[in-house]
T-cell receptor
Framework: DVKVTQSSRYLVKRTGEKVFLECVQD?????MFWYRQDPGLGLRLIYF???????EKGDIPEGYSVSREKKERFSLILESASTNQTSMYLC????????????FGAGTRLSVL | GQNIDQPTEMTATEGAIVQINCTYQ??????LFWYQQHAGEAPTFLSY????GLEEKGRFSSFLSRSKGYSYLLLKELQMKDSASYLC????????????FGSGTRLSIRP
C-alpha cells in the first residue's frame, strides 16, 4: 500500500513564525502536492512538484514556498505565518503515469495564533 | 476556466440508495475522480471515469457523460459508515497530474 506520511497531525504556531510542514511518500512517486482545505472552499492546490528540485505554483501559492530536495520528501514552508493560514493542510502524491490516483497523507491541522 | 458543482449537503436513510451529482465545465477534460473523506481524515480514492458510462464497484457506482459534463456517484444499501464528504474532481489533458476538486458533498446517513 502507498503510504504518505505528514510529520504532524496538529500544530500551533504564532503569527510571524516560520513553519515547516513535512511530507514523505514511500512509493517512488514522481508527483507530489500540497493542498489546504477550508470549510466551503474544498481542496485548493498550493504547490506541486513533478520531479526533484522542480516545483510549480498552484492556485493559491501566496505566502507559501516549497522544497523538494529528494524524490520522497516534499516540504511546505510558511515564511511568516499569518492567522489566515490557519487551515487543514494535506499532502498527496501520484505515480505520474496511468490513472494518476492521488494518495493523501492524514493531514496537518495548523492553527496560527 | 474550470468549474465543478456538487450539492453541499445531502441526507439519506440507512439501507436506501443515494445519488450524488457533479457537473463540470473544464477545457480539455481528461477524466473524473470520486473521493470519500470522513471527518478529520484524508480523502481516499473511490473511482475514476474516463469513458462514458457506468462503472460499478460493489455498493458504489460512478457514471460519466462527457458530452453533458456530468457525473454521479451512486451509493446502494447505505450504511452508517458511509456518512462522509464525497469529492468530485477532474483532470485535464494540459496537466494530467493535477486534479481540480469540487467543494464536496457532505452526506449524512440517518438510521
Amino acid at each position: 500500500d502507498v503510504k504518505v506520511t505528514q510529520s504532524s497531525r496538529y500544530l500551533v504556531k504564532r503569527t510571524g513564525e516560520k513553519v515547516f510542514l513535512e511530507c514523505v511518500q514511500d512509493m517512488d512517486h514522481e508527483n507530489m502536492f500540497w493542498y489546504r482545505q477550508d470549510p466551503g472552499l474544498g481542496l485548493r492546490l498550493i504547490y506541486f512538484s513533478y520531479d526533484v528540485k522542480m516545483k510549480e505554483k498552484g492556485d493559491i501559492p501566496e505566502g507559501y514556498s516549497v522544497s523538494r530536495e529528494k524524490k520522497e520528501r516534499f516540504s511546505l514552508i510558511l515564511e511568516s505565518a499569518s492567522t489566515n493560514q490557519t487551515s487543514m493542510y494535506l499532502c498527496a502524491s501520484t505515480p505520474g503515469t496511468g490513472r494518476n490516483i492521488q494518495y493523501f497523507g492524514a493531514g496537518t491541522r495548523l492553527s496560527v495564533l | 476556466g474550470q468549474n465543478i458543482d456538487q450539492p453541499t449537503e445531502m441526507t439519506a436513510t440507512e439501507g436506501a440508495i443515494v445519488q450524488i451529482n457533479c457537473t463540470y465545465q473544464t477545457s480539455g477534460f481528461n477524466g473524473l475522480f470520486w473521493y470519500q473523506q470522513h471527518a478529520g481524515e484524508a480523502p481516499t480514492f473511490l473511482s475514476y471515469n474516463v469513458l462514458d458510462g457506468l462503472e460499478e464497484k460493489g455498493r458504489f457506482s460512478s457514471f460519466l457523460s462527457r458530452s453533458k459534463g456530468y457525473s454521479y456517484l451512486l451509493l446502494k444499501e447505505l450504511q452508517m459508515k458511509d456518512s462522509a464528504s464525497y469529492l468530485c474532481a477532474v483532470t485535464t489533458y494540459s496537466s494530467a497530474s493535477k486534479i481540480i476538486f469540487g467543494s464536496g458533498t457532505r452526506l449524512s446517513i440517518r438510521p
